[in-house]
């Protein structure tokens, strides 16, 4: 699988399956402007699928009656798919979060989001593994400090589905086994092989006794 982070715009994007824009591309996306027809933000987006051929994910902050939320819009084959929103906000932050994962089926593969402070999170990590994800890609603000990183490469070892990763101008790449990537250009393509490995894993615990009792 190919994936193109477009860091710097969608000047022109190399062969992909899928590509991946940060926060600056759509910027900030008003509900009621685009039902209104004052803007379309959205269908930029599905127009991008449609030329480029491949899915896309955008990052980009909602706004809804004056509620901000950040989210990614995501498009395939020239229609746009749905929206997911972040889905925790840390103390002080102007956002309202989301109440649900993202999950689509783009391009044949089944692609998981993960929106900002949603890294710092492993359940919703894990759970879009357990559901099967084929990748997770992931839209950040900013690259701050180290821990980004970190943790992508750590949930793409653990959970055997590899991340790719835009943050700010900076993209990143990390795969089941641990190798990583990461480019500071414009447009910088990752390929990947897809694999579906699972191994078989046993453990041993107290209780669940096996004898039970026939006075229920």
């Known amino acids: 699988m190919k994936v193109c982070v477009a860091a710097g715009g969608a000047n022109r994007l190399p062969g992909c ?33 449609r030329t480029y051929s491949c ?22 084959r020239g229609k746009l798919l749905g929206i997911t929103d972040m889905n925790h906000v840390f103390g ?5 979060s989301g109440a649900y994962l993202g999950l689509y089926q783009v391009e044949g593969y089944r692609v998981g989001l993960v929106i900002d402070n949603d890294l710092y999170f492993p359940d919703g990590v894990r759970a879009l593994a357990s559901c099967g994800c084929s990748l997770i890609a992931a839209v950040l603000e900013d690259m701050c400090g180290v821990m980004p990183p970190l943790l992508a490469r ?37 390929e990947t092989d897809l694999k579906n490995n699972y191994r078989l894993v046993s453990s041993r615990i107290r209780g669940l006794d096996d004898e039970g009792r026939d006075d229920y």
């Open 92 to 96: 002080g932050e102007e956002y309202k």
């Open 154 to 190: 750590a949930y793409a070892y653990l959970y055997g589905v590899p991340i790719v990763m835009c943050a700010g101008n900076i993209a990143f790449f990390a795969d089941t086994s641990g190798g990583v990537a990461s480019s500071n250009q414009a447009v910088t393509l990752f």
């Open 17 to 49: 399956e899928l590509a991946l824009f940060g926060f600056d591309f759509l910027g900030e996306v008003d509900y009621e402007n685009e039902l209104a027809g004052k803007t379309d933000k959205f269908e930029e987006a599905a127009r991008l699928s």
């Open 55 to 76: 899915g896309v994910v955008c990052g980009c902050k909602t706004v809804s009656r004056g509620v901000v939320r950040k989210s990614a819009a995501v498009a395939d």
